[in-house]
Structures are given as structure tokens and as C-alpha cells.
């Protein structure tokens, strides 16, 4: 009897362990400064970190701010990207300056031969900062021909600014792989 009872257990618990399945996580949000793979805090990211595309479509990609320390009432990003297999359809400013009730914020773009500079400012008395992680823009791009590219933020040309114009250090980015097949 005690034999039965160890051979039933025995088999229900090897099909217990051997049903279970352990799942290697990956966490990918880009507004979360604990991600995986994410830059130190402030930094710019995008969102999908990696894309695949056909040749003539259209795909976004959203810019993130993460966590900065300290309020900023503005930003200044510079986008670098491969102008021989993308090409910048239009851009939109992110919820995150747009989502105030009292006032619009100045949202301009100037593109390059490879590069697009956002530029995104409160010039209002009633709003002058925000703080915290957010949604800056949506850029829409085009796949013109095939290949493998990289879209990233220039350091060195973007900015963030506080409501006093004061410059603040942004500490690091995150760019996005994209193929357009």
C-alpha cells in the first residue's frame, strides 16, 4: 500500500515539474528607469526600442524623457538617422507637455539632412515646469529603401532647460534599431 502511494506521488510530482515552465522576462518600458537595458536617470529615450518595417511605410517612434531630478520647462532634442533608408514624415508633440489644461506649450522641428530637431517650450507664467517621466513627441518616419539603421539622440546638441534657463545634465539615451525589409 505505502508503495502505491510513493509511486502516485512520485508521478504526480514529476508532472508538476516537468509542466512548469519558468519564463525569462524581459522588461522593455521606456519610462522606466529600473528597465533592463535602460540609460541612468534623466535620459531620452525611444519607444520601441527595435522595429521592422516595409519599404514605403510609415511607423512611429516615440521620444521619452526619464525622470529628471529637477523640474524642466523645456527641451531641445536632436534625432540622428540614416537618411538614405529613412526619411522624416511628420512629427506631433508627446502628452506629456501636451496634456496641461492651462496651456499649450511651443512645439517646433527643424529637419537636417540627417538629423530632426525638436524643440518644445512652456511660454506661459501660469506653467512654467514640469517634472517627472514622460511622452515628448511622436515621429513618423518612412522606410525608403532596405537596411538596417540605427535612430539615436546627439548628446552632445540636445538639452533639457529649467523654467530659470538653466541647462540640465541629461545622463544618458537609449536609441532604436529599425529594418526596413
Known amino acids: 500500500m505505502v508503495s502505491i502511494q510513493f509511486r502516485s506521488l512520485f508521478w504526480i510530482g514529476a508532472l508538476f515539474f516537468v509542466s512548469c515552465t519558468i ?35 510609415i511607423f512611429t517612434l516615440s521620444a521619452h524623457i526619464v525622470q529628471p531630478d529637477t523640474g524642466y520647462a523645456g527641451a531641445h532634442l536632436n534625432v540622428i538617422y540614416d537618411s538614405s533608408i529613412l526619411e522624416v514624415d511628420t512629427l506631433f508633440p508627446g502628452i506629456f507637455f501636451t496634456d496641461s489644461s492651462s496651456t499649450t506649450p511651443l512645439f517646433v522641428w527643424d529637419q537636417n539632412e540627417e538629423s530632426v530637431d525638436i524643440y518644445i517650450y512652456f511660454l506661459d507664467s501660469s506653467i512654467t515646469s514640469l517634472s517627472g517621466t514622460g511622452h515628448i513627441a511622436d515621429i513618423q518616419f518612412i522606410g525608403i529603401s532596405a537596411g538596417k539603421t540605427t535612430i539615436e539622440y546627439d548628446l552632445e546638441s540636445c538639452e533639457l532647460v529649467s523654467s530659470q534657463d538653466e541647462s540640465m545634465i541629461i545622463n544618458g539615451k537609449r536609441g532604436c534599431l529599425v529594418t526596413v525589409q
Open 23 to 57: 519564463y525569462e522576462i524581459e522588461l522593455d518600458n521606456p519610462v522606466d528607469s529600473e528597465a533592463e537595458n535602460n540609460p541612468d536617470p534623466p535620459a531620452l529615450v525611444f519607444h520601441p526600442k527595435d522595429t521592422t518595417v516595409s519599404v514605403n511605410s
